[in-house]
């Protein structure tokens, strides 16, 4: 899962809010799920937020 994430942002940027950047995991992960199966929203976030809360910092300083 975190390649994927790792690619996406380095291709397309880091999105401005953590929103736009879980739909593009929640993407990714139907795209790549055999039988459909993903975690919910909130667990994308949940699991993506600490990377992009320090991204964001980082851009802004």
């Not at 994430?5 to 990714?28: C, K, R």
């Not at 699991?47 to 320090?54: E, F, Y």
Request: avoid cysteine; proline fraction near 8%.
């Amino acid at each position: 899962m975190w390649v994927p994430l790792y690619v996406h942002m380095f291709a397309q940027g880091l999105p401005n809010t953590l929103n736009e950047l879980a739909s593009a995991m929640l993407d990714w992960l139907i795209g790549v799920s055999p039988a459909g199966e993903v975690p919910d929203m909130s667990t994308i976030r949940r699991r993506i937020q600490p990377l992009w809360h320090t991204l964001k910092t980082a851009r802004e300083n």
